[in-house]
């Protein structure tokens, strides 16, 4: 209250001062407007303005340059009418009908060019790249786990030979278990026999133990298989060696006719050659972790005299060779 007295009598004594007559009304609208009063309006109907809203704008002042002519009609100006009295035109760009300004039309909405929906074969190229991606990343980090697994285990694969071979019983007969006697006996011969092989096997490794899970022998005369035998599962500690008995029995193993002759006059110069596949199957134990087994085969060349020989039945020689895929 104190700040309107004041700046009334202020904006009074300037205009006495001055030696002008103004009168109260016009006196008391220059108050408003020296204290602010008005501000907040003019600020918000310019905005409205700005906005694009029908308004009028607080004075001709407050009008967008794009909207005010240079012509004296569009400044207002007063002009004469036909009864000689001062009449003030409205500026040009004004509706004269709804006083509000004729607003300039915005520019048009320029539309971007329409985003294309990606193809299926798009989809499926992505697709594929991230597969083979991630097929890519699985073999990189298979490849250094195996590698770092080799560099600090050091793994070595088992080692299994043939240590002797006792014959206790070998004889090529006819079909019935007798003497070959006859030209029809000879057509059809058998073999029936007894053998123990005694295996070495052995664990290389100073850091992994080995679980034997498959071990067999197969024996052959002549690429002809007649026995094979199965050894029971069992464990083999670190850097150590044990030995295995496989028995093997042939009952009426067929035979043809050339290899009956030829292993009748085997058994009688008491030297019989034989073949046999040591197959083993092992899986590395690390800890509590035992990894899936895998195969190795081990073929042996052998010389072996049967009971009947003067010397008794025993080892003469023998070749074993460690091989991919063995076949006797």
Not at 19 to 39: I, Q, Y
Not at 221 to 246: C, M, R, W
């Amino acid at each position: 209250m104190l700040n309107l007295i004041s700046c009334f009598l202020r904006v009074f004594l300037s205009r006495s001062a001055a030696g002008a007559s103004t009168p109260g009304v016009k006196l008391l609208g220059e108050v408003v407007t020296e204290m602010g009063f008005l501000d907040v309006f003019s600020e918000k109907r310019n905005m409205r303005y700005q906005r694009g809203e029908k308004v009028h704008p607080a004075s001709f002042d407050n009008l967008p340059a794009s909207s005010i002519r240079t012509s004296s009609a569009a400044l207002g100006t007063p002009s004469k009418g036909s009864s000689g009295k001062s009449k003030r035109e409205p500026p040009m760009g004004w509706d004269k009908a709804g006083g509000f300004p004729n607003l300039p039309l915005p520019p048009p909405a320029t539309q971007g060019r329409p985003r294309r929906k990606p193809s299926s074969s798009c989809s499926v190229c992505y697709c594929l790249s991230l597969f083979f991606s991630f097929l890519i990343i699985i073999i990189i980090l298979a490849g250094l786990t195996i590698l770092i697994f080799y560099i600090i285990f050091q793994p070595r694969l088992p080692k299994a030979t043939i240590l002797n071979v006792v014959v206790t019983s070998f004889n090529v007969t006819n079909k019935n278990g007798g003497p070959i006697a006859s030209l029809a006996d000879s057509q059809n011969p058998v073999l029936n026999a007894n053998i123990a092989f005694t295996i070495q096997v052995e664990n290389p490794n100073d850091k992994l133990g080995i679980h034997f899970r498959d071990l067999s022998v197969f024996v052959s005369y002549n690429g002809t298989q007649f026995a094979h035998s199965f050894v029971p599962p069992f464990y083999q500690g670190k850097k150590t060696k044990s030995e295995v008995i496989a028995n093997l029995k042939a009952t009426s193993a067929p035979l043809s006719q050339s290899q009956g002759q030829d292993l009748q006059a085997a058994i009688g110069q008491n030297d019989i050659p034989l073949s046999a596949r040591i197959t083993v199957g092992a899986a590395l134990e690390i800890g509590s972790w035992i990894i899936p087994p895998g195969h190795i085969q081990v073929l042996c060349q052998l010389r072996v005299s049967p009971p009947t020989s003067p010397a008794g039945a025993k080892l003469l020689s023998k070749s074993c060779k460690w091989v991919r895929n063995a076949k006797i």
